[in-house]
């Protein structure tokens, strides 16, 4: 590995560590043990009314930012296919855990987690064990671009939140690359990434330098996905949109007792349509025979 990408893993690491240990999303887990890092979204006409209705002191501020994080996963968890509990999924920057466990309750998967941070790991696999199913959800201390001690064609599915976007450009193909080898032939991928829009909107540049800066990331664009995807051996099935739906969660958040600052730049980018918010579900493309 380079040496430049090791010191940004760990100053990466670091982030995730502190965000684990302290912060909103601690505050957000305190009744469930349920820690997402990711944003949230509005699904329902009363998700919308509870938005935009004030009045909340803090708890119930806390207890709809959690609600509407849940809301992402629950939407997503949709394109990952029926339950089984034969199922084996990746999750590709697992973070804390939330996400993986909320996946096997509803779904039964085997669920195995990889996160750079050290922290992240010992509580997700707490977190696991408290819900009762450490047996079939596991969280390691992992680079999801070298997966080296994972054997060939053994997930059925990848899921990856809120992850890529921390992954530089130059690596994407080899990433998807890497879910291809470690995955089975008919495997499905599902990737939820704020998607750019520099190139294709005059402000894009500069939401994506302020976003990259906050968060170590570098942010792409829906066709470096669908690209390096591709190319990897992986066919674009959906892209879904889910800018506005993410919008009220970032304005809400915005508004609260516990705003973190970043707030400004998605309800900045999201409104004038330079940064989106995108759900892709990819299919492995099957090997010619
Ligand atoms: C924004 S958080 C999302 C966490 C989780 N997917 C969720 O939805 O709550 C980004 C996660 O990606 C992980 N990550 C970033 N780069 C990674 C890499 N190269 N390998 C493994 N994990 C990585 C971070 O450690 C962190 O857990």
Redesign the pocket.
């Known amino acids: 590995m380079r040496k430049t990408q090791n010191k940004l893993?760990d100053r990466?690491?670091g982030i995730?560590d502190e965000k684990t240990a302290s912060g909103l999303n601690k505050k957000l887990a305190r009744d469930d043990n349920i820690?997402?890092?990711?944003s949230g979204i509005v699904l329902s006409p009363r998700d919308i009314s509870r938005v935009k209705g004030g009045g909340l002191g803090e708890d119930g501020e806390l207890d709809l930012i959690h609600k509407l994080?849940k809301n992402?996963?629950s939407f997503g968890m949709k394109y990952l296919g029926s339950s089984s509990s034969k199922k084996r999924v990746l999750?590709?920057?697992?973070?804390?855990g939330?996400?993986a466990i909320l996946i096997n309750r509803k779904l039964g998967y085997r669920i195995d987690g990889?996160?750079?941070?050290k922290k992240?790991v010992l509580f997700a696999n707490h977190a696991a064990k408290e819900y009762g199913v450490s047996d079939e959800v596991k969280f390691h201390c992992?680079?999801?671009?070298d997966l080296a001690h994972v054997r060939n064609n053994i997930f059925d599915t990848i899921?990856?939140?809120?992850?890529t976007?921390?992954?530089p450009a130059m690596d994407l193909g080899p990433?998807f690359s890497e879910f291809s080898r470690v995955t089975k032939p008919s495997a499905r991928m599902v990737v939820?990434a704020w998607t750019s829009r520099s190139g294709l909107h005059k402000d894009g540049e500069r939401i994506k330098y302020a976003i990259d800066k906050h968060?170590i990331t570098d942010i792409h664009s829906k066709n470096d996905y669908t690209r390096a995807a591709m190319t990897a051996g992986w066919q674009l099935k959906r892209a879904i949109d889910l800018t506005k739906k993410s919008l009220p969660y970032w304005e809400f958040r915005h508004k609260s007792r516990n705003a973190t600052s970043s707030e400004k730049y998605f309800i900045k980018g999201y409104k004038n349509n330079s940064l989106s918010y995108t759900l892709f579900v990819f299919d492995k493309i099957p090997a010619e025979h």
């Open positions: 893993f990466l690491a995730y820690f997402l890092n990711h994080e992402l996963v999750d590709a920057g697992s973070g804390a939330g996400s990889y996160t750079i941070s992240q992992g680079n999801i671009l899921w990856a939140c809120e992850s976007e921390h992954i990433m939820i968060y």
